[in-house]
């Protein structure tokens, strides 16, 4: 007994000597490291944090609130955020397709800008910080951003810094990351490899970046004063069949583009780079900045994101039904997802006789909403009142319809109109047409202004069918 006690022990001591040695060892190799004068690899713990409120209070722990950011200054000094162009220097590529995307754009965009004044007008400032804070990170957090008037400095929109300073999540959502440019007196940049080595910043792997939780920081948005949940296009995703078979939102929004194969200019050769064009729905935006070919990757973006099927035809003597299927087949997330007092798919449905004469039509534009009745895909906010709040964003409390798709998820529409056999010439063609807008023109004439921004409808996709008289009156 005493003879195995005294093995036991001894192996103890020798375990010990050799781990203690071990993390002595690292220990030394990393001092090295922080104290040498060479950019390298730092280590850095498990970024990710589960835990979630949503919302925070007023106190030391909130320096930007009702933004839930936080930095390692308040302010931050300007010149601790490097410019885009020095990043461009090395990073051509990544550089000129972010340039090109929407959220380049996030702060200089003039339907946001606009909003924005309107939103602190009404709320004597208290909700500024919130809005800038996922629109210009580097402006909230240097103080150089303002909501009324001329900027103090130059903000970028969500840019490099904003994104590979960003050294952990405190949740999911209302701009809940951790901004940390510096560590060791050198700029450290966060990103998806354990490998990457560059000559100019430190490098730290984090898994936090392959992950969707790292967009959910600013892609979750809930009214930070009376919690309503504004959009939530990465809480959709969680709870669908694309988080269970880990399909991330970069796999769809970053992925790697068949001729890149080097990320920095004497950066190692690898199997595939992660593209930065962001591509959404949004074609309106890019044509309206002048960019064709952006406005062309977000049509095509949205045309793989739905499909459309007629399910039924049914013919009587006085009318005409049919069943509409529109799946979410590409979007891992609802069907539209996002800014949703703009954003509306709908379809615009049409039967004509054999002559070409409409006797049927549900959904088309006019005076800049979809017509009354337009059967159409869709988040509804409302007041307190109950009244729909369509620019008002800071006066909605509730949701009062949502008929947005769900991830693979499908909605069946059906339309009944009135035939007059007598009057019109069989057969009959019936036609869907599924639009997309990011805003109605009535909503962007009245937050900008009328004839300042021409709104894109994207049609999705389509689908039509032939009804014959004698055919369907058969089954009667
Ligand atoms: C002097 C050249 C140079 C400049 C300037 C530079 N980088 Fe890098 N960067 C590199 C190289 C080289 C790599 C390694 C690439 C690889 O091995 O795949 C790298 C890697 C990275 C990574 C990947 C890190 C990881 O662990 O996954 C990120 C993110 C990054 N850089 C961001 C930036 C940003 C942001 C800027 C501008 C503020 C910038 N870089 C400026 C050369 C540079
Ligand atoms: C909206 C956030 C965001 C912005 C803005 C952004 N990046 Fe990234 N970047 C990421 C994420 C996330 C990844 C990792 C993607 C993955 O691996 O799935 C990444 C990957 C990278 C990589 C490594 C690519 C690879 O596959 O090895 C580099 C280098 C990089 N970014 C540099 C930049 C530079 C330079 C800019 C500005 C011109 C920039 N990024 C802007 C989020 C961003
Ligand atoms: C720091 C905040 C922030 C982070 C982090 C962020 N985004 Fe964004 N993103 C925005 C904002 C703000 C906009 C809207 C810009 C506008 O329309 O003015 C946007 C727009 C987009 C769009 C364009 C939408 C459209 O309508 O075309 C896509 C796609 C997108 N983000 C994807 C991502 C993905 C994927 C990630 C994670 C890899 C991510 N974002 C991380 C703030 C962020
Ligand atoms: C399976 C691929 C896929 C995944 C995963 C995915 N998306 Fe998308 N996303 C799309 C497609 C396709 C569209 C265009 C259709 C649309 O607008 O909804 C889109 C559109 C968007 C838009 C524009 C919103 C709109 O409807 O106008 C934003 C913002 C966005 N995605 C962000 C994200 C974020 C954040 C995540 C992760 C939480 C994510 N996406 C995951 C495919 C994907
Ligand atoms: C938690 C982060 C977050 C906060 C806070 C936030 N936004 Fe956004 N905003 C986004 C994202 C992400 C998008 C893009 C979603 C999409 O494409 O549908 C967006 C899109 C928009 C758009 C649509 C722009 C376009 O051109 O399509 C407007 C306008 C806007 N936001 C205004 C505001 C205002 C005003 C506030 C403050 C009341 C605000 N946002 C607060 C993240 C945020």
Redesign the pocket.
Known sequence: MKQLLSIRVTVIIFLCIVLCNKTWAENKASDAQHSSSTPGIVEIPLNINGLDTQLIEKDEKAPFFPSRAKASANPMPEHAFEK?ET??GC?QE??SQ??N?V??KSWEDPIYRSLLEMASKATNGAIDNFCIGCHTPIGLTTGNAVAVGQDKAHSPG???E???NMSASNGNGNGAYVLTPKKYGRPL?F???SD?QSPYHDTAYSEL??KSE??ATCHNVTHPFNQLAVERTYDEWRDSIYNAQGI?C??CH?K?EAKMVK??IM?KE?E???S?Y?SGGNSTLHTHFGNEGMAEKAREMLRSSAKMEITETQLGNYSLRTKIRVTNIGAGHKLPTGFPEGREIWIDYQVKDANGKTIYRLGQVKDGHTEKGTKNFKAVLGDKNNQEVDINVWEADRILSDTRILPMGHMDVEYVSEIEHNDISFPLTITADLYYWPFSQYLVDKIVGPNKIKVEIVKLTQVSTTIFQEQNLATH
């Open positions: 885009t990043c461009a990073h990544i550089y972010w340039q995307s959220m380049a969500v840019d490099c904003s994104c590979h940049k990103g998806p490899r990457a970046h392959t790292f967009c991330e970069q796999d970053m790697p990320s920095a950066g690898r595939s780079v992660a930065h962001f």
